[in-house]
């Protein structure tokens, strides 16, 4: 038995320039793979290599809005790894103008994805932040040094 094959993995916001290059290159190593994306920003044909859908035709695609608990709670089921990437992203001048609206939207995003992983007993669960967590003062450099934590 393909052990990676027993693996159910779901890539959230995995239509998006960091996800789909993250499900391509954990389904070229053979891993069960899903996705689950609003395509607000992301987009199906960034799931495409070499014309051919690396998760739409084994229906692993999930166009979701994960703002609300219970689709988040359906995508998770008997998921055994969630990389949660999705995130309401934007132009740096769209994000410091719209704060308080993309805040309130990534805590939904990300607290009930979390939860819907502790309710489905999802074994492994792995979050990426961004750099917009940063003040507007550290992102307006022209090349700027590295973020560190105390930044935020």
Known sequence: MNIKKKYKILVTGGAGMIG??????????????????NLWRGKKEYLFSDKVSMVIPNNNFYQVDLTDYQKCLKVTKEMDIVVHLADVVAGINYVFSNESSLFRSNILI??????????????????????????????SIVNPPPFKEDDV
């Open 20 to 37: 789909s290059n993250l499900v391509k290159k954990l389904v070229r190593k053979g891993f069960n793979v899903f996705v689950a994306d």
């Open 110 to 139: 990300n607290t009930n994805t979390l939860n819907a992983c502790i309710t489905n007993k999802v074994k492994k669960y792995i979050y990426a932040g961004t750099a917009c967590s940063y003040p507007k003062s550290k992102q």
